[in-house]
C-alpha cells in the first residue's frame, strides 16, 4: 500500500516514517509538512493510507479528509482526544493520540490493509434478503444466515460495512444507509455517520458514547437527539 504522512511537527513525521518502515505492506511516497502541499501531490500521485494529522496552520487534516478520494484512508494522528467523533464522521480508519505506540500504530495499519483488500476485490458480496428476525448476508462467496440477536453493531466503511456479531465479523459490500433502510428500526438505530447499533446490546452510554461489550462507539452530534429522544427518554425509569 502506498502512503503518506501529513503532519507539520518535524518531530512527529520522524516517528511515523519510523513506524511505516517497520511494516513491509506499506510503501511511504512522501511526507508533508501542510494540508495544501499534500493534496496537490496526491491529484498526481493517489495513495492508499494518509497518516493525517488534526491541527495544522491553514487547511485542516478534518477539511482535507472530507476532499479526498473516497478509496484513500485515512489514519488521523493527533495531539487532541476532543476530534475523535468528528474522525468517525469522516469514516477514519483509526484515531491515534500522540505518542504513539508500536502495538497500536499496527493495530491501525492491519485494519487499514483488510479494509484496503476489501475495496479492490471485485466480488460483490451482499445482503441478499430480510426476514422477520434475521437476514442473509453474502460474504467471501457464502450464504450466512444472521439472526438479528447476533449483530452488536455495525461500521460502515465507504462502500462496504462490517457487521459485529457475538463471535465473528462479516463484511459486506454495502454501504450503511442501505442496510439500515432494510433492518427494523425498533432493533437498529443510526447513532452516527458510520455506526448502526442494535440496542437490545448497549450495555452504557453517555451523552458521547455507547459501551456495547468492550466497544465504546462515538455518538454524533446529527444522531444524539434522536437516539435520546427515541430510545433513551420512553425507556427512563422516572424518579
Request: charged content about 25%; cysteine-free; overall charge positive.
Given at each position: 500500500m502506498n502512503c503518506i504522512i501529513i503532519d507539520d511537527e518535524p518531530l512527529?513525521?520522524?516517528?511515523?516514517?519510523?513506524?511505516?518502515?517497520?511494516?513491509p505492506e506499506l510503501r511511504l511516497t512522501?511526507?508533508?509538512n501542510n494540508a495544501a502541499s499534500?493534496?496537490?501531490?496526491?491529484?498526481?500521485?493517489?495513495?492508499?493510507?494518509?497518516f493525517l494529522d488534526i491541527e495544522m496552520p491553514g487547511m485542516s487534516g478534518l477539511e482535507l479528509a472530507a476532499v479526498l478520494s473516497g478509496k484513500t484512508l485515512v489514519i488521523f494522528i493527533t495531539a487532541h482526544t476532543a476530534y475523535a467523533i468528528d474522525s468517525y464522521e469522516l469514516s477514519a480508519i483509526d484515531y491515534l493520540v500522540k505518542p504513539i505506540h508500536h502495538d497500536r500504530f499496527l493495530k491501525a495499519v492491519q485494519?487499514?490493509?483488510?479494509?484496503?483488500?476489501l475495496l479492490h476485490r471485485p466480488e460483490n458480496d451482499t445482503i441478499t434478503s430480510v426476514a422477520a428476525d434475521y437476514m442473509?448476508?453474502?460474504?467471501?462467496?457464502?450464504?450466512?444466515?444472521?439472526?438479528?440477536?447476533?449483530?452488536?453493531?455495525?461500521?460502515?466503511?465507504?462502500?462496504?460495512?462490517?457487521?459485529?456479531?457475538?463471535?465473528?465479523?462479516?463484511?459486506?459490500?454495502?454501504?450503511?444507509?442501505?442496510?439500515?433502510?432494510?433492518?427494523?428500526?425498533?432493533?437498529?438505530?443510526?447513532?452516527?455517520?458510520?455506526y448502526l447499533i442494535n440496542v437490545e446490546h448497549?450495555?452504557?452510554?453517555?451523552?458521547?458514547?455507547?459501551?456495547?461489550?468492550?466497544?465504546?462507539?462515538?455518538?454524533?452530534?446529527?444522531?444524539?437527539?434522536?437516539?435520546?429522544?427515541?430510545?433513551v427518554k420512553t425507556r427512563l425509569i422516572d424518579r
Open positions: 512527529a513525521r520522524e516517528g511515523v516514517q519510523l513506524l511505516v518502515a517497520g511494516i512522501g511526507s508533508f499534500a493534496l496537490r501531490f496526491l491529484q498526481q500521485h493517489p495513495a492508499d493510507l494518509v485494519k487499514a490493509i483488510a479494509y484496503h483488500g442473509f448476508v453474502k460474504s467471501e462467496r457464502k450464504y450466512y444466515k444472521v439472526f438479528f440477536r447476533e449483530v452488536l453493531f455495525i461500521e460502515g466503511l465507504k462502500d462496504y460495512v462490517v457487521l459485529y456479531l457475538e463471535n465473528r465479523k462479516l463484511i459486506t459490500a454495502m454501504n450503511i444507509k442501505t442496510i439500515h433502510e432494510q433492518l427494523p428500526p425498533q432493533i437498529f438505530v443510526r447513532i452516527s455517520k458510520s448497549i450495555a452504557s452510554f453517555s451523552n458521547n458514547s455507547i459501551r456495547i461489550r468492550e466497544h465504546e462507539i462515538p455518538i454524533g452530534d446529527a444522531y444524539r437527539a434522536f437516539f435520546f429522544d427515541e430510545f
